[in-house]
């Protein structure tokens, strides 16, 4: 070979490498281990296998933290019950105590977009671990506020960084399950919000008895909480890995299988690369708005509930720790709702009628406390009519589920769920300012507005269906104008009857799932199928 040949066979090879880099730089990480493998047909039996393996690590580490941070969120309202109003010196004619539950949301609002863009760039392992660490010990410095200022000031830190925690909970059940497998996952985590009222009440009932003449008993409460964070931390730094294709407890194959069972979610797993014109789809994409007033509106009545349910039992005439005990079958109920939502979703392979059904009991209960009267022979309705509203945090996970399994490309995903999430803290921060210790008993103008907005979530919802077949039917016309199949048998919803077996083969062979793992987002990728 002569110089000049040898010259511009390097710069050819130079461009190639800058090429192919650059594509994989766009890409997905997964694309980059499937890179030098074929693509591989994963058996039921494997997928199993993997599947009880991911289980195994990932959602111990998800229930612990979140049962964490859902008790250390309600320590508010229980240390209302042992005196947090008059020991802290409010003043129960203003709005300092609904401040106090607001504060949490504005902060989770203000980091919202720092928390998408860390989400992207960051292992979300250590980021995690970090990120609990860190409200763990501001929890334990709030056993210093004796006032509203000190009160305030270590509420909003706890706010900031827990902000990131559900977002990342989001993004890990998307990086390791199937479509079909997500929603079942997302409600195991959020239904930790029932364990709490259940075990978080027995907890604090056992502390509120613990007599301190240096502490208050609010305090005791946060010092407490605040320790079992750290120490939870610690395991979450350890044991979370940052991927699939990282994982420490799967071997080579079973990194492949891991991935490979993820195509057809048409979703990626992590690029760590942050995309612009990701975040400006995500913002233009009319799916994001209509989940976005969906979980503000659920959020309102939330964040209201939260700050102010066990002052709502005390109203219908109980005592300290009889309220404490009375909110343990509210929590029961969340449970129900949120498992047996979630359940009933996967079966049906639905979202939109479950979470039709789940905002019925609510609205059913707010009309009981409504209207019945506050004397001693209603407590019983009173309670029937409270336990009914507690159905509302089963529409949560379903709507978070609902836009991951129809949001594609990582920084959309990841942008459109910090949109949600600032829809959800909006809604949070909005709540307690729709009640006021002074309008006990009845709390008519948080009821009435509250009614308002399990209405509307039902009109949202019916909205949302109607553009996603509209988007469905977009997508096959443009596969069946590329020669592809315009009908696609989404098994990432469950697995396929052996019928269907030779149908799924030929449209894999067509070409569908190709862009899988290429890091585009739903509407540029003809084969995704939106579910409602």
């Not at 909005?430 to 399990?454: C, D």
């Amino acid at each position: 070979m002569s110089k000049p040949e040898m010259i511009d066979a390097l710069a050819d090879f130079g461009k190639a490498h800058i090429e192919t880099s650059e594509s994989i730089h766009g890409r997905d990480k997964a694309a980059e281990l499937l890179a030098s493998n074929d693509r591989i047909v994963v058996t039921s039996a494997e997928n199993k296998r993997v599947l009880r393996k991911i289980d195994l690590i990932i959602l111990p580490i998800l229930l612990s933290v979140y049962f964490l941070q859902s008790l250390d969120k309600t320590t508010l309202s229980y240390a209302s019950v042992f005196g947090l109003i008059d020991d802290a010196k409010l003043d129960p004619n203003s709005q300092q105590y609904s401040w106090l539950g607001s504060i949490v949301y504005i902060a989770q609002l203000v980091m919202q977009p720092l928390v998408a863009v860390l989400l992207v760039k960051l292992r979300i392992g250590k980021f995690m671990g970090v990120m609990v660490f860190t409200w763990g010990c501001i929890l334990c410095g709030m056993a210093g506020a004796k006032n509203f200022g000190g009160l305030m000031a270590t509420r909003f830190l706890l706010g900031a960084f827990e902000s990131a925690v559900a977002p990342a909970f989001i993004a890990v059940v998307q990086m390791w399950y199937k479509r079909g497998e997500q929603t079942n996952r997302n409600a195991a985590w959020y239904a930790m919000l029932g364990i709490v009222n259940i075990l978080g009440s027995l907890l604090v009932y056992g502390l509120g008895h613990i007599h301190s003449d240096r502490l208050y008993s609010y305090q005791i409460i946060f010092l407490f909480c605040g320790l079992a964070t750290v120490i939870v931390s610690v395991f979450v730094w350890i044991y979370m890995p940052d991927s699939p294709m990282e994982a420490k407890f799967l071997n080579d194959h079973e990194k492949l299988i891991a991935v490979e069972r993820l195509r057809m979610n048409q979703m990626g797993v992590a690029s760590r690369v942050w995309k612009w014109d990701h975040v400006l789809e995500a913002f233009i994409d009319p799916k994001t708005w209509l989940w976005f007033f969906m979980l503000t509106a659920v959020s309102i009545p939330s964040g209201g509930i939260t700050t102010f349910g066990p002052l709502i039992i005390q109203s219908f005439g109980f005592g300290q720790f009889a309220t404490i005990l009375f909110n343990m079958p509210f929590g029961a109920v969340q449970i129900i709702a949120t498992i047996g939502g979630a359940w009933l979703a996967t079966w049906l392979k639905k979202k939109s009628p479950v979470l039709i059904l789940l905002c019925i009991p609510p609205i059913i209960g707010i009309i009981i406390l409504m209207v019945v009267g506050r004397g001693p022979s209603n407590r019983g309705v009173l309670l029937f009519g409270y336990y009914l509203t507690s159905f509302y945090p089963g529409i949560s996970p379903l709507i978070y589920s609902w836009s991951g399994q129809n949001t594609g490309g990582d920084t959309k995903r990841k942008v459109t769920t910090s949109i949600l999430f600032i829809g959800a803290s909006a809604g949070n921060i909005i709540g307690p300012h729709l009640f006021k210790p002074s309008e006990k008993p009845h709390y008519y103008r948080g009821l009435r507005a509250n009614l308002a907005l399990f209405v509307a979530i039902i009109v949202l919802v019916v909205l949302a269906v109607l553009w996603i077949k509209i988007l469905n039917r977009k997508h096959a016309a443009t596969r069946e104008s590329m020669g592809k199949s315009a009908i696609v048998i989404d098994t990432s919803m469950g697995s396929c009857s052996e019928a269907d077996a030779e149908e799924v083969e030929n449209v894999q062979a067509s070409g569908v799932g190709d862009k899988a793992f290429d890091d585009v987002t739903d509407i540029k990728n003809e084969d995704f199928v939106y579910i409602y």
